[in-house]
C-alpha cells in the first residue's frame, strides 16, 4: 500500500512537472520577438490552432471589420478533435464487440474476432489511411456512381478499425482477467448475454480503463497522419506554414507542444476517471 502510494505520488509529481515546463516553453515563445520586432510564435500558433483567413466585412452602418472566412468548426485544432473523438468512439464499440465475441463460447465467432485483430493489426495506419481514401474511393467511382468518402470520413474510419483491433485485445484481456467463478456463478441465474451486459462487461471495462486511456492518447498522436489524406489538421497547418515561410524549426516545435499539451490533458482526464472508476487489478496488466 506504502509502495504503491509512493509511485502515484511520483508520477503526479512528474506530470505537473512536464506541464509546467509546456506552459513556460509556450509562454516564453509566446513573447519572444524576431529580428523584426514581430511576435513570430503567436501568429504561429494562431496559424496551427486556428488557420482561417480574415476578410473585411461592411456592416450595413458601414463600419468595417475583420472576420473569419470559414466556422470555428474548421479550424485545425476543431478538426483534430473531431477525428479524435469520433474514430474513439468507433474503436470502442468495435473493440468490446470483437473483444467480447474472442471469449465467447462460439468457435466460429472466436475465429472472426482473432481474424479482424489478427489481420488490421497487420497494416499500419498511415497504409490504412491511404488504402481507405484513396483505394476505396477509387472502387466507390467505378461502382457506386460517383459516391465517395470525404477525407474526414475516410480518417475516422481508417483510425476506427485500426484502433479497435487494439482496444479489441484490451477488452479480451480485462474479461480473462476476471475470475472464472463469478462468471459461473452468474451463469446460473442469467442468460449469457445478461452475464456478459452486467457482469462481465462492467468489470472489465474498470480493469482495463488505463489500457483504454493509453490507446486513446496512442490516437490522438497517429491523428497526425492525416494530413496525408488532404485532411487540413493542426500538423498538416503547421507543415502548409513551415513550407509557406520556410520556418520548419519554429512550426513544427510550436507543433509538438500543441500535441504535447493536448496529450498531458487527456493523461490528467484519464487519472480522474481512474480514481473515480478504476479496478486495483488494473496495474497487474
Given amino acids: 500500500m506504502i509502495e504503491t502510494s509512493k509511485k502515484s505520488g511520483s508520477s503526479e509529481v512528474a506530470w505537473w512537472a512536464v506541464l509546467a515546463t509546456a506552459l513556460l516553453l509556450v509562454t516564453g515563445l509566446f513573447f519572444t520577438k524576431d529580428a523584426d520586432g514581430d511576435y513570430l510564435f503567436r501568429i504561429i500558433f494562431d496559424r496551427i490552432l486556428d488557420g482561417r483567413a480574415l476578410v473585411e466585412v461592411i456592416a450595413p452602418d458601414g463600419s468595417v471589420s475583420l472576420q473569419p472566412t470559414k466556422s470555428i468548426w474548421r479550424t485545425g485544432l476543431a478538426v483534430t478533435v473531431q477525428v479524435v473523438l469520433v474514430a474513439t468512439c468507433i474503436s470502442l464499440v468495435l473493440g468490446v464487440f470483437f473483444g467480447a465475441i474472442q471469449c ?13 485483430v489478427e489481420f488490421v493489426r497487420g497494416i499500419p495506419i498511415y497504409v490504412m489511411l491511404l488504402f481507405v481514401y484513396f483505394g476505396v474511393n477509387a472502387l466507390l467511382t ?5 459516391f465517395s468518402l470525404t477525407p ?9 478499425v485500426s484502433y479497435g483491433a487494439y482496444m479489441a485485445e484490451v477488452v479480451r484481456a480485462g474479461i480473462l482477467a476476471i475470475p472464472h467463478e ?5 451463469k446460473l441465474e442469467a442468460t449469457p448475454v445478461q452475464v456478459y451486459r452486467f457482469v462481465v462487461l462492467p468489470q472489465a471495462l474498470r480493469i482495463i480503463l488505463p489500457a483504454i486511456a493509453n490507446e486513446c492518447i496512442a490516437l490522438l498522436k497517429d491523428s497526425a497522419l492525416v494530413g496525408a489524406i488532404t485532411l487540413v489538421d493542426i500538423t498538416r497547418r503547421a507543415d502548409i506554414f513551415a513550407r509557406s515561410n520556410f520556418l520548419y524549426f519554429e512550426s513544427f516545435s510550436a507543433l509538438a507542444l500543441v500535441y504535447l499539451i ?14 473515480r472508476y478504476g479496478d486495483a487489478r488494473a496495474h497487474k496488466y
Fill in 152 to 160: 474526414f470520413v475516410a480518417a475516422v474510419l481508417a483510425l476506427g
Fill in 104 to 116: 465467447g463460447p462460439s468457435a466460429t465467432l472466436r475465429f472472426c474476432g482473432t481474424f479482424y
Fill in 142 to 146: 467505378r461502382n457506386a456512381g460517383g
Fill in 182 to 186: 463469478e462468471i459461473e456463478a452468474a
Fill in 262 to 275: 493536448l496529450t498531458l490533458v487527456l493523461s490528467r482526464f484519464q487519472r480522474v476517471l481512474e480514481s
